[in-house]
């Protein structure tokens, strides 16, 4: 057989243009544990309620109204975060917040937590005064749930365990920082607050 010779500049050449074109293709950013199970560094409380950390989740219970929120701002991101709620309290995950002083709806964007909430188009799975009522009714009272958000510019999209709940196409895109609320009374817990910036 004859054999044809192979110029290692070639080679060399061919070998440096896939390590550049490997390199430049963009990899997905690592997802960041906004809660390292043990405590609550990197998040600030606000507001009347105790907070505390106990068998790996944030948890506000007992009677009063406050948040703890993010130290960091976020803009563009996908957030998933474990709940558990009881049927008394009034909770939810607000997003892209400007000012801790004033954490609500008109200042959030906020994912309600609270099946029984007494106008039933802002219960759980809603974004209140922007999507509602819900896109679909998923009951989570006294179990585990999943809150997963696409927020990328002013689309943003909700799924209440894996069930597409609220859709908006036109928020504001201005990075803010992360609450989680309890309200009233009862008890309501996090876990696994995972967010992969985009």
């Known amino acids: 057989m004859k054999r044809f010779p192979v110029k290692s500049g070639l080679v060399r050449g061919a070998l440096c243009l896939f390590l550049v074109l490997a390199s430049a293709v963009p990899r997905a950013a690592e997802p960041l544990q906004l809660f390292d199970g043990a405590s609550l560094d990197g998040w600030v409380a ?13 948890v506000g219970a007992g009677s009063g109204d406050g948040f703890v929120t993010t130290k ?3 803009g ?11 049927a ?18 008109d200042t ?6 609270w099946d029984e909430h007494p106008q039933q ?13 819900p896109l679909a009714r998923v ?18 999209e909700v799924w209440v365990n894996g069930a597409l709940t609220a859709q908006l196409d036109d928020a504001d895109p201005t990075a ?15 876990r696994k607050v995972e967010l992969v910036p985009l």
């Not at 188009?121 to 009522?133: E, H, S, W, Y």
């Not at 958000?149 to 002013?154: I, K, N, S, T």
């Open 76 to 86: 563009d991101f996908r957030l998933k975060v474990e709940f558990w709620v009881d």
């Open 46 to 58: 606000f507001g009347a309620i105790d907070w505390r950390v106990a068998d790996g989740a944030i």
């Open 108 to 113: 959030c964007l906020e994912l309600n937590i």
């Open 72 to 74: 960091r701002l976020f």
């Open 88 to 105: 008394t309290t009034n909770s939810g995950v607000f997003l892209r917040c400007q000012d801790r002083q004033y954490i609500h709806p």
């Open 139 to 156: 009951e989570t009272v006294g179990k585990w749930n999943t809150y997963e958000a696409l927020v990328r510019g002013p689309r943003v």
């Open 176 to 190: 803010g920082f992360i609450a989680l609320q309890h309200w009233a009374t009862g008890t309501v817990k996090f």
């Open 121 to 133: 188009q802002a219960r759980t799975g809603a974004i209140v005064f922007r999507a509602m009522p």
